[in-house]
């Protein structure tokens, strides 16, 4: 399953409508963020894996 979320560039709602609901301005697709394809889970992961191990954020 795969939703296009879509967002409204005058207010900043976000829709799955090509017409926001709200002003009725026409949205556009926000795009998703960056993933890997091959991983598209490996930076959560070793984030998460750093916070296990008391490793602080920043590297
Ligand atoms: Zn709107």
Redesign the pocket.
């Known amino acids: 399953m795969r939703f296009r979320i879509r967002k409204?560039p005058?207010?900043g709602?976000y829709t799955l409508k090509e017409t926001?609901p709200?002003?009725g301005?026409r949205t556009r697709v926000a795009h998703p963020p960056r993933f890997s394809p091959e991983d598209p889970y490996g930076e959560y992961r070793r984030r998460l894996k750093r916070e296990q191990l008391g490793i602080p954020r920043g590297d």
Do not use: L
């Open positions: 409204c005058e207010c709602r926001c709200v002003c301005a």
